[in-house]
């Protein structure tokens, strides 16, 4: 079966760093573009980060740009999120996604996904 699986989530102080991991099984990820999305108690879902299938194309939310980095090591089929300078608004569930895509595109809209991961739990706190 298709899955992914997050890892690297944790309690971090204000100012500290994490690198998420998200490993995927049962398909090569050469072909997929991922997005990272988070879930905070109460509040919807939102895109958080987004990459090609390439790598050639990404984008990050205002929320989070300058401090959160995506990247992806196809060989390993692995994409990462390297979270810099955290915030308590950044505490939440981090999920990862996968979609195939044959063409570069990069996409922050939950929806578009058709699989996803376990999620990872990320608490910024003193």
């Known amino acids: 079966q298709l899955q992914l699986v997050e890892s690297g989530g944790g309690l971090v102080q204000p100012g500290g760093s994490l690198r998420l991991s998200c490993a995927a099984s049962?398909?090569?990820?050469?072909?997929?573009?991922i997005g990272w999305f988070r879930q905070a108690p109460g509040k919807e879902r939102e895109g958080v980060s987004c990459i090609s299938s390439s790598g050639g194309i990404t984008n990050h939310a205002s929320s989070v740009k300058g401090r959160f980095t995506i990247s992806r090591d196809n060989a390993k089929n692995t994409v990462y999120l390297q979270m810099n300078s955290l915030k308590p608004e950044d505490t939440a569930v981090y999920y990862c996604?996968?979609?195939?895509?044959?063409?570069?595109?990069?996409?922050?809209?939950?929806?578009?996904?058709?699989?996803w991961g376990q999620g990872t739990q990320v608490t910024v706190s003193s």
């Open positions: 996604a996968a979609i195939y895509r044959d063409q570069p595109v990069c996409l922050m809209r939950d929806y578009d996904y058709s699989i």
């Open positions: 049962g398909f090569f990820l050469y072909y997929y573009a």
